[in-house]
T-cell receptor
């Protein structure tokens, strides 16, 4: 069975500082990994995904995540955050047709 | 519209009443999911539809919950005899085809409040 652990429920950070949101998963088979972002009163939007190939994946807005099979992790990073990055971030793992989502990490960017 | 559409966006009802939540997936998406998101919690899977196959209902929390998908497109989630613990945001998502490769496209959700 697959599971996802997001280690931090809330991450406060100042604007222009770097940030890392942690995600660990467990699965008995090969998986596909996703990060979604949820802004207030909206649904989730895909931020980036790892399906195969390069272990470092990037999004168009400066986020990146690295798949680490030995540590079963898929941490999300951004070198310099903006106020507009304030949102809830969900990590998801999929080995079948029903993905499992983590509980989410609230990123709070302070000016 | 190009995205997943859910209605109503907000629903307030009294305990014991029935409610229906609607989801219009992206045209051409054969897979449709319903999730429940409670405050401070992640997404709880409820039900999955794929094309004309029998739905996967393994996530429905009780027999008060049911869902249908007509014509492989619009879906309705029905909660009968609502309870206060049913208060949550109900999210619908659709994706192209089945399988774990496909990312999901979410609607903005229906915020359900049971008084």
């Amino acid at each position: 069975a697959q599971s996802v652990t997001q280690l931090d429920s809330q991450v406060p950070v100042f604007e222009e500082a770097p940030v890392e949101l942690r995600c660990n998963y467990s699965s008995s088979v090969s998986v596909y990994l996703f990060w979604y972002v949820q802004y207030p009163n909206q649904g989730l939007q895909l931020l980036l995904k790892y399906l195969s190939g390069s272990t470092l994946v990037e999004s168009i807005n400066g986020f990146e995540a690295e798949f680490n099979k030995s540590q079963t992790s898929f941490h999300l990073r951004k070198p310099s955050v903006h106020i507009s990055d304030t949102a809830e971030y969900f990590c998801a793992v999929s080995e079948g047709y029903i993905p499992t989502f983590g509980r989410g990490t609230s990123l709070i960017v302070h000016p | 519209g190009a995205g997943v559409s859910q209605s109503p966006s907000n629903k307030v009802t009294e305990k014991g009443k029935d409610v229906e939540l609607r989801c219009d997936p992206i045209s051409g998406h054969t897979a449709l999911y319903w999730y429940r998101q409670s405050l401070g919690q992640g997404l709880e899977f409820l039900i999955y539809f794929q094309g004309n196959s029998a739905p996967d209902k393994s996530g429905l929390p009780s027999d008060r919950f049911s869902a249908e998908r007509t014509g492989g497109s619009v879906s309705t989630l029905t909660i009968q005899r609502t309870q206060q613990e049913d208060s949550a945001v109900y999210l619908c998502a659709s994706s192209l085809g089945q399988g774990s490769l496909q990312p999901q496209h979410f609607g903005d959700g229906t915020r359900l409040s049971i008084l």
